[in-house]
């Protein structure tokens, strides 16, 4: 089993970055497939990016070319770096993560993902 604590959100300008954190407990975090979703007020989950234990990153076609996932196992750490933060981005922001036996695996739904963390505001405006 694993808990997940996001950190690193808060209020941004438009045009400007924050760099949310994820910090997972266990000892097997590597065999984790992980995964940050978000939710706007009134909408659902959606799914923004996810990194599969191998290192290869996925993105929502909304993020793409913007928002950057990585993972660092020996620090139990999950990262999504956003840049060119837009209004639409304001959301709560959900780390999410599950274990997985395949090095490539990975899921674009919700239902997916086993183990949730609380979530971190991201708020972007002027």
């Known amino acids: 089993q694993v808990q997940l604590v996001e950190s690193g959100g808060g209020l941004a300008q438009p045009g400007g970055s924050l760099r949310l954190s994820c910090a997972a407990s266990?000892?097997?975090?590597?065999?984790?497939?992980t995964a940050w979703f978000r939710q706007a007020p009134g909408k659902e989950r959606e799914f923004v990016a996810a990194?599969?234990?191998?290192?290869?990153?996925y993105y929502a076609d909304s993020v793409k070319g913007r928002i950057t996932i990585s993972r660092d196992d020996a620090k139990n750490m999950v990262y999504l770096q956003m840049n060119s933060l837009q209004p639409e981005d304001t959301a709560i922001y959900y780390c999410?993560?599950?274990?997985?036996?395949?090095?490539?695996?990975?899921?674009?739904?919700?239902?997916?993902?086993?183990?949730w963390g609380q979530g971190t505001q991201v708020t972007v405006s002027s």
């Open positions: 990194i599969t234990r191998r290192g290869q990153t």
């Open positions: 999410a993560a599950r274990p997985t036996a395949s090095p490539d695996a990975w899921w674009r739904s919700r239902n997916e993902y086993d183990y």
């Open positions: 266990g000892r097997t975090f590597s065999t984790y497939v």
